[in-house]
């Protein structure tokens, strides 16, 4: 019964895989080589896309979890009005399509016409109008910031379902005892919540990294490559420039570098499963 | 007496609290939708309009003179293509994951699991060249092939979590009752764990339906390209045409923003059980 699902995954593991390995070996007429890896190593921009990357995935993972989590600690508290607030909060940015939600930030941070400085202005935030997309380091700040705003939702999501597995009793008996709310939430809360907390972590970190259409709508990589990650640098020396074999080399090389990130939190979440 | 007025006051403020997040978390999309129906003088207006000053179709007239209806169209068929065979791959081994005990079976799940963890980027490249020795390049099929690797696993996770819920011995009693193995499945299974096969149809559907990467280096005529290379045709490096751009947004959200609403409760419960539960 399982076979037909069996040979499609075999087949398309063994076609991409192979085909990707192959040509990260060869020259463009065949020949074997080891060029590809030694121009990835010897090519600046990829350490520049690694760091990048790294910012990107910091920045972003950390936002998501700070609103994730506030959001599902305020969604886990209300009966009243429960599906309202979760179709704005939890629903909204998440069904936004990736392109519509880089635009629609790209816009808001235009510097002449854009309703961020306008909005921050007359807060009292900014005195003058920032030029959000300008600037490298400015320009990844707001890409993270959108990035957050998409992403939040599904970690909210997994941490609310985690919420609501924790048995309201520990609670009540911490209450008897005296603990006050922030006692709670690092005595009770975070250490139930700790198998989720490291999935949606995994996930989270796995998903940014691969994460593609907000940056590639919303600067392209720019200015001066402060967005590009090593995504989007993949996608440009493949379809810009049509470096196959060298695109298909980095591949590999961020291929492992996912691979080991997975590793660790793999073996964290199963020795946490066996002493529990 | 001083408790429970706390409590009320503790209450009161998470409300207020969720009120400001939801106000601040719409706005990007409520400005994207004002923006839609303003006219260009007010769309560059300096300072800005928050409203404008009449409410205009024109963006919306003009996306439609330039073939949206066509890749909308497109758009539907290569979603409902993707979902209707994401779910007809994923239920049957979904189901025997839930069932059966067989050698290999956790490595099988890990490699689903491995899958969906590789950036889309890396099989870019391979499925282009597949695609145009098979000669699938710029047709549907080619289009939807190409989604499988990443919609089929992960439905397989979610559904294996829906059958893992539905009692054996309801199909155990089925089996008694004359049923073979197949009809108890057709029977009994699958009318109950519906919700669940809705849940994964409707993300195989969004995946292609936001797709932008592959769809516009795999499709290449006019003619077969989907929505969001449509939205894409209106950035430019230089100079971006907000108008038709935002008119084209908006209405390409609504499907997916519709399905959600009405099927949240499902999807949710469906995606939170497949990836929180073991």
Redesign the interface.
Known sequence: ??M???L??MV??I???A??II?SFTTEDGAFTLNNYTRVFQDELVYKSLKNTGVWVLGSVAGQFFMGM??AL??N??KK?EL??????????????????G??????YND??G?LN?VLMQIGIIDQYISWLATPDMAMLAVIIANI?KGFCLTG??LL??LQTIPQQLYEAAEIDGANAVKRFWHITIPQLKP?LL?TLM?GT?WT??Y??LI??MT?GGPSHGTETV?TY??RL??RFME?NK??AL??I??II??GI?MIFLRQISKDGDTA | MKRSLRRKY??LF??F??SA??II??F??V??TI?AFKSYPD??????KYLPTEATLEHFDKISSMQFGVYFRNSIIVGFGTMILSIL??L??A???SRYRFRGKGA?LI??L??Q???????????F??LGAVGWLDTYWGIIFSY??FT??IS?VFLRSFFIGVPKSLEEAAMIDGCSRMKAFIKVIFPVTLPGIAAVGIYAF?FS??E??YSM?ILLSKDRQT??VF??LF?G?YQ?R?GP??AG?VL??LP??II??IL?RYF?SG???G??KE
């Not at chain 2, 963890?117 to 499925?127: G, K, S, Y």
């Open positions: 019964m399982i037909p699902y069996v499609f995954i398309m593991v076609i991409l895989f085909s990707n040509m506030l959001v305020l969604l508290q209300v009005g309202l607030f979760r179709s704005v909060i939890l629903i909204l940015p998440w069904a936004t399509l990736d392109i519509v939600a635009v629609m930030w790209k816009w808001m002449m016409y309703v306008e705003w999501m997994f379902a985690g989720v999935t996930l796995i990294i691969n593609f259409p590639y709508t392209g995504v993949i996608y493949s379809f196959y695109s298909a591949s590999n961020l291929f996912i691979l997975s | 503790t209450k998470v409300y609290l969720l997040l939801s978390i719409a990007p999309f400005w994207l923006t769309i560059y207006a300096y300072p800005i791959i994923a049957f081994p189901y025997a994951f099988l490699t689903v491995f899958l963890m590789f950036p889309q980027v890396v099989f870019l490249v391979p499925m060249k597949f499988l690797p089929t696993p397989i969004l339906w936001q932008l990467m280096s929505v969001p939205l894409s950035i490096q971006t907000w751009l935002f947004s390409s959200t997916p923003l959600f609403m949240q949710i995606l939170v059980s990836a929180v």
